[in-house]
């Protein structure tokens, strides 16, 4: 929870952004990202091994397997996985591949059972992984051991009723992973939020092509003017860089908008907003980036995280996923997709996702033209400068070839707690009551 000093600094760091004439003193000129980051195979394969294999990534919601035995398939990440709330309770993940020879041992998205057998030889484990049962047992050697054969583990914790994973089993507790934001998303009411949408899209671009689009509010005028702009005044965002590689962003509606008139329109009879956020939450804009690929514009009314999945290295699956806190008898929110009959899964994107779509495929063609050579970035998009340089630290700055890297310009002291931003506002405004002395 932030409390009412910080609220006090956020809003008034939010007025300076927007008096601001250049960019803040001493901040970094950011210098030309190559094109290779979103075009070349090698990148990606250093993605793929170092930032995906390393990383808490998000991968469900406690509602998907609600009671003991319940399971999910999930393989979002590469490696087949299974997520098995267990009949202890506790909720722990697998590599959904049987270690006889290698067939799945759930073959289903969903289901419930007490043990999981692998369709192939019969071979049994339980909810906790542990190989239990050989049929034919006799054909093996006398010493062959069931219990160094139990499912192989992949890391899982929650956050609230959210599901994360992690492949590397020496990575930090996903907690510490997310340092600062553990206390900021106290107030959305993680561990009481129910699980009302979640849809996934394949788009014809990068990952990070597609993600980027919502890692700055510099196209918001000009993509979005009827949509976000209205409730959105890019002139006042202030970004925020945290370690780790998360980032957010907070913005107030422009000053024509009334934002709680707005948001009162669009919810439906039933409904029950989160109390418990706090004033920033409830009337500006306020989105996070959970590195590697989650954003999520949190609010009193959803948490509707966007999930970037690279399913090549020119195409992307876009989860789009909306939490809300309830909804009584009204149907489940769903805050990116709308119904068509005519999409495969029933659904298309809203307004808001197919604008920040639109230009994917298009750029990523381009991008692999001979045109495209590199890419300079604004203040106001430094939070992607952020995203590429935590990227490569991820991959380690010696893997990656000199001519992809990025050079780590944006030192720590612009990163959370650390911001000069608020000590230049404070000289500003002393050198402004001394001028009208
Ligand atoms: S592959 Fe699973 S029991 Fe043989
Ligand atoms: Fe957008």
């Not at 997520?83 to 067939?103: E, L, P, S």
């Not at 019969?122 to 050697?141: A, H, I, M, Q």
């Not at 699956?317 to 929110?333: F, I, K, Q, S, Y």
Request: proline content about 9%; some cysteine.
């Amino acid at each position: 929870m932030m409390d009412a000093e910080e609220v006090a600094r956020l809003k008034a760091l939010m007025e300076w952004e927007g008096r601001r004439t250049a960019p803040p003193q001493g901040f970094p000129a950011l210098p030309d990202m190559p094109a290779g980051r979103y075009t070349s195979p090698e990148y990606f394969a250093l993605e793929m091994e170092h930032v995906f294999r390393k990383s808490w990534l998000f991968a469900g919601h406690m509602d998907e397997i609600p009671e003991r035995g319940c399971w999910m398939r999930w393989h979002n990440a590469g490696d087949p996985i299974v997520i098995v709330h267990g009949m202890d309770g506790k909720v722990r993940a697998f590599h959904n591949t049987c270690r006889h020879r290698g067939a799945p041992v759930v073959t289903e998205d969903r289901g419930k059972s007490s043990r999981l057998m692998c369709g192939y030889h019969n071979w049994t484990y339980k909810t906790d992984g542990s190989l239990v049962g050989v049929p034919e047992r006799r054909d093996f050697p006398e010493d062959f051991d069931l219990s160094c054969r139990g499912l192989l583990p992949v890391r899982c914790e929650l956050f609230g009723k959210v599901i994360f994973v992690n492949f590397d089993q020496g990575a930090m507790p996903l907690l510490d992973w997310m340092g600062p934001l553990a206390r900021e998303w106290e107030e959305f009411a993680f561990d009481r939020i129910r699980l009302a949408a979640r849809h996934s899209f394949d788009l014809k671009c990068n990952w990070k092509v597609a993600m980027e689009a919502n890692m700055e509010v510099y196209h918001v005028p000009f993509i979005h003017p009827t949509t976000v702009a209205p409730l959105v005044d890019s002139t006042r965002n202030l970004n925020t860089l945290y370690p780790n590689g998360h980032a957010r962003m907070l913005a107030p509606p422009p000053r024509q908008t009334d934002r709680e008139h707005v948001r009162a329109i669009d919810s439906p009879p039933g409904w029950q907003p989160i109390a418990t956020v706090g004033e920033l939450g409830r009337s500006c804009t306020q989105s996070y980036t959970l590195f590697p690929n989650w954003v999520s514009p949190l609010s009193n009314y959803f948490v509707p995280p966007l999930l970037f999945w690279p399913t090549s290295l020119g195409t992307t699956r876009l989860e789009l996923v909306t939490m809300a806190l309830d909804w009584g008898d009204a149907p489940a929110p769903d805050l990116w997709t709308v119904p068509d009959a005519a999409q495969p899964n029933g659904r298309q994107m809203s307004r808001i996702i197919l604008e920040d779509t639109q230009f994917g495929e298009a750029i990523q063609h381009s991008m692999q033209g001979s045109a495209f050579r590199s890419v300079p970035l604004s203040y106001q998009e430094a939070r992607i400068y952020a995203f590429h340089q935590s990227l490569d630290r991820m991959i380690g700055e010696a893997n990656v070839p000199a001519h992809l890297r990025v050079e780590q310009v944006i030192g720590p002291e612009w990163v959370w707690p650390n911001d000069p931003r608020a000590a230049q506002m404070v000289r500003e405004a002393s050198q402004a009551r001394d001028a009208a002395e």
